[in-house]
């Protein structure tokens, strides 16, 4: 018996999930479905895996990375179809994901072992007599599981890093772009032939569960912050680390010096792009009173100019029951007297939404306070910066932000509560490789990209090396009391003052 299917909505037929275009309904792929134990085999060959991935060394690991970079590199265009057929992603929308994600595999790839090789450490005056080692070690075998607003870019920010660290990946892709994930691991396969380093398995939350507790040495998870909850009690099972990367509700403030022109433009972007479909996107906007009124009008004029379909600026949103989510928020909003001064409610048209801009909503208002996820944001009017502040750190939320202004910004950008903040634009700290990306309370914890994005991806390894006597013998029971006293005497010199 076929199963019946709702555009964009994965199925299970005969074992296998069904990925089909949520606007179009046309099949993206079908794909089987793992059981628990596929799932722990799955790990059993990527441990095997691991050790001969790591046993490449830094340099080994690099050159087969950078090659899987220029495939990539050189097949952009099929990747961004697939991701448009999938998700519904605009193409030029899709490309620009898959370009960055090209350049943070470069990245890591260059970096690993600057970052995550031998160190000499230097020692201190009480344990002079031992020379200090640092290091960062493979875990293993990584388990990813991966998000379908940016099927490419969001899941490669933890399998590269973690790939370049030495680590074997099992990725499950999220059911709703299931064929991105499979592209990503064919191909990487078609690179790396000799040993099943990076692996794809499929289907529904119960896989993600499966895969928390088959035995992976770390996991990293990308999506809401219900979901992560649940993904690290899981993971607590069996003490397995997490790296998660929850929610957001980011804010933008603008200031009474910012370049209103250019704020509007990083607003509409920011808000609106990927349909709205981004963690880190604009959802809330604090404009101060001298600009609120010129701001508010540049981004209705820019926002209202923008087109929606199949190949317009703005795609379908790719879960449909989202559209239920977005349509409560905007008549939540109206019915507690914001007023929508582009789209509203009958901008809802499944399964696409129009861009909405809502003005003059409460704080308490679902929009202002839940993650919305569709090509809406609010606009308030604040008194100075300092308001603008504490209204964006009033959420549970800590994830991205953005600052306009001049003399302020930088001091503003440090005071907003999150991980990453974007001055004088929106965004772009995702697409800096060397910058690591993640947030804080609801938002989750831990770190990709970056230095710190490839020490999350390997275990610290200390080792200390004798290399002459002791001249003040601490650790040993043949210490004499007179060196005791000595030792005693030398630390309140020292640290006494």
């Keep these: 018996m076929t199963a019946v299917r709702t555009p964009g909505v994965p199925v299970i037929d005969n074992g296998e999930l069904v990925s089909t275009n949520p606007a179009s309904g046309a099949l993206a792929g079908r ?133 370049a660290a030495g680590n074997a990946v099992v990725h499950k892709p999220s059911e709703y772009t299931p064929a991105v994930g499979q592209w990503l691991s064919d191909t990487f396969a078609e690179v790396v032939d000799e040993q099943p380093v990076f692996q794809v398995v499929h289907g529904l939350g119960e896989v993600g569960a499966a895969l928390c507790r088959s035995g992976v040495d770390k996991l990293a998870f990308t999506g809401s912050t219900a979901t992560a909850k649940k993904v690290m009690a899981t993971c607590a099972e069996t003490l397995t680390p997490v790296l998660l990367e929850a929610g957001g509700k980011d804010a933008m403030i603008v200031d009474a010096d910012a370049d209103v022109a250019a704020a509007a433009q990083a607003c509409v972007w920011g808000a609106l792009t990927n349909a709205g479909q981004t963690c880190i996107g604009i959802e809330r906007v604090y404009a101060v009173e001298p600009v609120y009124d010129a701001f508010v009008s540049a981004v209705v004029e820019r926002a209202g100019r923008l087109t929606v379909g199949e190949d317009g600026d703005i795609g379908p949103i790719t879960m449909p029951g989202q559209l239920d989510t977005i349509r409560r928020h905007i008549e939540d909003a109206v019915a507690r007297g914001g007023r929508a001064v582009l789209g509203g409610p009958s901008a809802v048209q499944p399964p696409y939404v129009h861009p909405t801009v809502l003005v003059d909503v409460p704080e308490d208002a679902a929009a202002v306070r839940e993650e919305t996820f569709g090509p809406t944001v609010t606009i308030r009017r604040v008194r100075d910066a300092d308001e603008a502040v504490a209204l964006a750190n009033a959420l549970p939320y800590g994830l991205g932000g953005s600052v306009f202004g001049r003399r302020r910004a930088m001091a503003v950008a440090r005071r907003l509560r999150g991980g990453m903040t974007a001055v004088n634009s929106t965004l772009t700290f995702v697409g800096m490789p060397s910058l690591p990306f993640g947030g804080v309370g609801d938002s989750g914890f831990g770190r990709i990209h970056g230095d710190d994005g490839l020490r999350e991806f390997g275990r610290a390894k200390a080792i200390t090396r004798r290399r002459g006597p002791s001249p003040l013998p601490a650790m040993t029971f043949e210490r004499t009391p007179r060196q005791v006293a000595r030792i005693a005497a030398i630390v309140r010199r020292l640290y006494g003052r």
């Excluded at 089987?32 to 799932?39: L, M, Y």
């Excluded at 085999?41 to 990375?65: E, I, T």
């Design 31 to 163: 794909f089987p479905i793992a059981g628990p134990e596929d799932v722990a085999a799955a790990v059993r060959r990527g441990r095997a895996a691991a050790a001969w991935w790591s046993g490449l060394g830094f340099a080994g690991r690099r050159a087969r990375l950078l090659r899987w970079r220029a495939l990539l590199a050189n097949r952009m265009n099929e990747l961004a179809q697939l991701c448009h057929l999938e998700g519904g992603k605009p193409v030029p929308d899709a490309l620009i994901e898959i370009v960055s994600a090209i350049d943070h595999l470069d990245w890591a790839a260059r970096n690993a072992k600057r970052v995550l090789g031998h160190h000499r450490v230097r020692s201190r005056l009480l344990v002079a007599e031992f020379s200090a080692h640092l290091e960062y070690q493979p875990y293993g075998v990584i388990g990813v599981i991966g998000p379908w607003n940016y099927p490419v870019l969001t899941p490669l920010g933890s399998i590269v890093y973690a790939l």
